[in-house]
């Protein structure tokens, strides 16, 4: 009994140890050994239209604020047999700070960052973490709520739609935040959603957008990264809101605002704090507000009045300082409440987010 | 009501590039070579009909550009199964995935992607266009309805042309064609062409009377599909028809729902069109039905006085 008493605390002390030392290898940050070289992997090509394409621009973006070019390579699927060989060719070549941008890269940068950990490895859109790995999103329900305000004052029928992909939190959130947005200018404002299954199909986007149309959607949102929603609100004469880009550029008469990417405000600090040495990754990733360089809207040329969006900038304004917009209290569309007063739904909460507000119309 | 009428109107747009797909493979398919490139043909269509949209914007050039540069990347896959004998199998997937790089490469290259451009406008068929519930059929852009011809032409010419005779002979049994004085090495090799070239078109209609751009890999599976349709169909240009009308249905149907707030498990109705291909096939099987109706030398190179 005793034997076991004195096996359980040399345990627990050996334990302790370890917890010490991993306390004390946490307070030390990442501090790179030589001068700073950047490598970008890309998803899809540089010139998509969306996603890649927007840190393209903060690519170039970043070479100008930072002084020094950056490789990239395009279309690196989210396959470990893929990710790896193109990061570690650019490491070889004297990379040391290797920036990714996909979902699917989580895994592999993980490992990476564990076999290299004179690296600095930087995720957009990733989920994991580690001395010298950092993951980053930006709150895309922030932007899809303006855009949501936008859309609720240009609706004349107060019938909304939006074009998804797939239902799970990032896109419910966004769903949720700008059916909120839209309630905000006109609070009999519902938004059907269709869910296409596929980020990039053109061909279901297309007949989603079409449908909504016949409905009598007057206004089409999108979270999915073609244009097509947006090319096809101009055809049918109605109005849409962006995502990834100012998606005016395809569809200059419908595209009223959009919920833009704007890479370069979170990396260029970032990238700085990694070149001056003892970088902390933020524990569970950065998830960036307006402020701090996540994403923002940008307004097209049509569809808004001045006092449509002197309001709109005033929500903008507003998250700025601090306004949390899935604050309780908060029901779902079933009644049930998901958010009490005086509290507001935390990161992990928002990741899981598998409910929609009053309003939203979606298949189950 | 409403909801019948703006489903009929948007299923054209999905069975046509499914019905001329299938009619190009089992027209190549009949001379018995396998073709399994289908996903990568209609891309290589599709990226060809949107730069010569771009380029001179007419866009019956455009679909005759689409054709062309599918029949051109066709001669690849003629080359390595008719001459050298490669597996029909593993030749078919390598033209897929050489298609896919190729039109990835191209389009970012000449900066063709997410170019919107005009596609044709709608052609109402008076007074078919004015019917109830389903006059929207009959207000479609010009190919749709040109579909039926193509149809027409392909079947007259594979049952009651000697050609076509000769050409579904070589796929029979090309012993006795080449017996019969038959080039079977150039039939195959033409319907090779020939059926890329339709399968080309259907990559164009996705891309300029469709979607109105391109997006890499925009296909998305319907290549694979068309393949499936056409085991579905027995080699049967009509069944083929009737086939991609009923995709066209389920897949027009499904935002349909959605849009009309219907609740349905959206999971469930994504995947009804792949269980309705499931069901039928387990049906043809069960039933006997059709065993005989593959060409008899399907996947199989010829090679003049091998035993076999």
């Given at each position: 009994m005793i034997d076991r008493w004195m096996h359980k605390a040399a345990g627990l002390v050996a334990g302790g140890l370890l917890l010490a030392a991993g306390l004390a290898q946490a307070e030390d940050g990442f501090t790179l050994k030589g001068e700073p070289k950047i490598a970008m992997l890309y998803f899809d090509a540089k010139n998509d239209g969306g996603w890649t394409q927007a840190f393209d621009e903060a690519r170039i973006k970043i070479e100008s604020e930072l002084g020094q070019k950056i490789q990239f390579v395009e279309k690196v699927p989210e396959s470990a047999s893929a990710i790896k060989p193109a990061a570690e060719r650019f490491i070889a070549r004297g990379a040391n700070i290797v920036i990714g941008t996909a979902f699917g890269y989580s895994d592999s940068f993980k490992e990476l960052a564990e076999k290299y950990p004179d690296v600095a490895f930087l995720n957009g859109s990733g989920t994991t973490n580690g001395h010298n790995l950092e993951s980053f999103y930006g709150r895309t329900y922030e932007t899809h709520y303006l855009c949501g305000m936008a859309a609720g004052a240009a609706s004349k029928s107060g019938k909304l739609g939006f074009v998804a992909a797939n239902p799970f939190g990032v896109v419910n959130w966004t769903v949720n935040a700008f059916e909120m947005g839209a309630r905000e200018m006109n609070p009999k404002a519902t938004t059907t959603v269709i869910f296409t299954g596929a980020w990039n199909d053109p061909v279901k986007e297309r007949a989603a957008a079409m449908a909504l149309i016949d409905q009598g959607a007057d206004v089409i949102g999108q979270h999915v990264d073609t244009p097509t929603p947006q090319i096809v609100a101009q055809e049918r004469g109605v109005y849409g809101t962006g995502h990834h880009r100012d998606l005016s550029q395809f569809a200059p008469e419908a595209t009223i605002c959009s919920a833009i990417w704007t890479w370069e405000r979170f990396l260029v600090p970032e990238l700085k704090k990694i070149i001056a040495g003892n970088w902390k990754p933020a524990p569970y990733g950065a998830f960036m507000t307006i402020s701090e360089g996540g994403g923002d809207i940008a307004f097209g040329k049509v569809g808004l009045s001045e006092e449509a969006k002197a309001k709109i900038m005033a929500a903008r304004q507003a998250i700025i300082d601090g306004k949390h917009l899935y604050a309780g209290p908060l029901s779902d569309r079933e009644g049930k409440e998901r958010v009490p007063a005086g509290s507001s739904l935390s990161d992990a909460e928002l990741w899981q987010m598998d409910w929609y507000v009053d309003g939203v119309i979606t298949q189950k | 009501m409403e909801l019948i009428t703006s489903w009929l109107g948007n299923v054209p747009d999905f069975a046509v590039p499914y019905a001329l797909a299938a009619l190009g493979l089992i027209l190549t398919e009949r001379a018995g070579v396998l073709a399994l490139g289908a996903e990568g043909l209609l891309l290589a269509g599709a990226l060809a009909s949107i730069g010569m949209q771009l380029a001179l914007g007419v866009t019956g050039l455009s679909l005759l550009a689409g054709m062309a540069a599918a029949a051109l990347v066709s001669v690849l896959f003629a080359v390595m199964v008719i001459i050298l004998r490669i597996n029909q199998v593993i030749a078919g997937l390598t033209l897929v995935f050489f298609c896919q790089g190729l039109t990835s490469l191209l389009g970012t290259l000449l900066e063709w992607t997410n170019q919107p451009i005009q596609g044709l406008p709608a052609l109402a068929l008076w007074p078919l266009s004015e019917l109830p519930l389903i006059g929207r059929l009959f207000n479609q852009n010009l190919m749709v309805y040109l579909t039926a011809p193509i149809f027409f032409a392909v079947v007259w010419y594979l049952q009651r042309s000697t050609s076509g005779l000769r050409l579904r002979a070589v796929g029979e049994n090309p012993q006795a064609a080449d017996a019969a004085g038959i080039p079977v090495i150039a039939y195959r090799f033409a319907a090779v062409m020939a059926g890329a070239a339709l399968v080309g078109l259907a990559g164009a209609y996705i891309a300029v009377l469709s979607t109105k751009m391109w997006i890499a890999?925009?296909?998305?599976?319907r290549g694979w599909i068309a393949v499936a349709l056409v085991i579905f169909a027995r080699w049967s240009p009509w069944k083929a028809l009737v086939g991609a009308l009923l995709f066209g249905c389920i897949e027009a149907l499904i935002p349909q729902l959605a849009a009309a707030g219907i609740r349905l498990p959206q999971y469930f109705v994504l995947m009804t069109p792949y269980a309705v291909t499931l069901g039928v096939m387990i049906w043809v099987a069960l039933s006997g039905r059709g065993q005989n109706d593959q060409p008899g030398a399907l996947g199989e190179p010829y090679v003049r006085e091998e035993r076999r």
């Open positions: - | 890999d925009m296909s998305g599976g």
